[in-house]
């Protein structure tokens, strides 16, 4: 497949570089240019564009700006598209009053500003610095689960493949408008969790549910870190 990448940043490196070890071409962009990326391409083994080209580019196409960005996301290129919505709401940056309000999640928002794409929230809930430690083959007895939603079956089905094949399992959270139970300071953000684990921890999550900000960086140093 071909996997465009809008963002070149910690997760748009990490996603690429795994993207290419599973066999995809990969297209990176930035907002300064595909010229400010010849190392960082090279090194990844991919091409670079710009945010546009790289929406053109994708049979699936990943968003990995910052969320108070979405609104620069290309439209036309994007249209029956397969997006991947790993972005995560950060009030400092900027406050969005619906996401504020509770009254859409993260993905439901980058669908309002894409309605014609087939969206997915996914790759949110697992820090940049661990996608590639953390991947592992499929049948590894501590292979990682991570949360999707969406609301287009075939969507799902493809950005399900895909992350089997950069090395994780995956849980279906619902519709987009479920897309809540993973988000940020959820009990299972950023949080190593083995399939059933992970199933068990999104039906237990309730809308009062939330873990103290940054709880997640403690799973990094724990030996036993990863729960089946
Ligand atoms: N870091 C994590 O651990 C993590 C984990 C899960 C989810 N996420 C989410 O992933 C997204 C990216 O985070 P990150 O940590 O990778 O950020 P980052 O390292 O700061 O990278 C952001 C990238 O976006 C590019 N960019 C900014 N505005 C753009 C635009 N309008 N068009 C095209 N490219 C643009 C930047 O390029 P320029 O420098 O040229 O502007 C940069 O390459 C965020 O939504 C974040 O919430 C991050």
Redesign the pocket.
């Given at each position: 497949m071909r996997i465009g990448i809008?963002?070149?940043?910690?997760?748009?490196q990490s996603i690429g570089w795994l993207a290419v070890q599973a066999g995809h071409d990969v297209m990176l962009?930035?907002?300064?240019g595909p010229q400010?990326l010849d190392e960082t391409s090279r090194r990844i083994g991919c091409v670079a564009g710009t945010?546009y080209e790289a929406a053109e580019f994708g049979d699936v196409v990943c968003i990995?700006?910052?969320?108070q960005?979405y609104q620069?996301v290309p439209k036309a290129p994007l249209v029956r598209k397969t997006v991947l919505n790993?972005?995560?709401y950060?009030p400092h940056l900027g406050r969005i009053a619906e996401l504020d309000r509770g009254e859409l999640t993260t993905a439901e928002l980058l669908a309002r500003h894409l309605p014609e794409s087939r969206i997915v929230k996914a790759?949110?809930a697992?820090?940049?610095?661990d996608l590639i430690p953390d991947a592992r083959p499929a049948g590894a007895a501590d292979r990682r689960a991570l949360p999707i939603a969406g609301d287009d079956l075939e969507a799902k089905s493809i950005a399900s493949r895909f992350l089997d094949q950069i090395g994780y399992d995956i849980v279906d959270a619902g519709l987009l408008s479920e897309g809540w139970r993973f988000e940020r300071r959820r009990p299972v953000y950023c949080r190593p969790l083995g399939t059933c684990a992970l199933q068990e921890m999104l039906l237990a999550t309730s809308p009062d549910s939330r873990v103290p900000e940054g709880d997640w960086y403690a799973y990094r140093s724990r030996q036993d870190r990863h729960q089946q």
């Open positions: 809008i963002g070149a940043g910690r997760m748009a962009s930035n907002s300064r400010t945010a990995a700006i910052y969320l960005d620069t790993p972005q995560n950060f790759l949110n697992i820090l940049a610095e």
